[in-house]
């Protein structure tokens, strides 16, 4: 396996980390808010619904990211729960197809356009992974207070 492939299963296996922390959750949990200025599950599903489609539009277009830009649709927003997990696994494997298809022959060094920027390959998989750890962090947060019965260990590691 090349080096370019493994840092892109790496920013694979980030975004499937985070999803494995909403395995089994409540129908409450999904817009559970610690505070009111933070992020429910359901807000970062869709934040991370967003950027993976305009991340996408700007590798294809060698564009900087237009975030006002309405990607993400109002039904798409208040879809059920498992609805808008399948739309942030579906644009996540969009995503992960294209990257793999443009950089898998190239080196870790290797010069790439993200979010309209040229950056190495490696740096942008690293702020792609970076970007899932952080949301995971969020998610696997968020569980463990409202569900003080959830086992961290046993339903991320077995």
Sequence with gaps: MSAANALLDKADAARTN???HLLGLNEQQWDFKLTPQCSSIRETLIHLLLVDRITLQCMQTNSQPDWDQQVVAEEEKAAQPQQLLQ???QSHKALSQYMHQCFANTHAEDEVVFWGEKTSLAEMCIS???HDAYH???ASLLRQ???SEWDYYAAIYG
Aim: charged share 20%; proline share 0%.
């Design 18 to 20: 985070f999803f494995k």
């Design 87 to 89: 739309l942030v696994e």
């Design 128 to 130: 792609l992974t970076g």
């Design 145 to 147: 207070a409202s569900d």
């Design 136 to 138: 995971t962090g969020q």
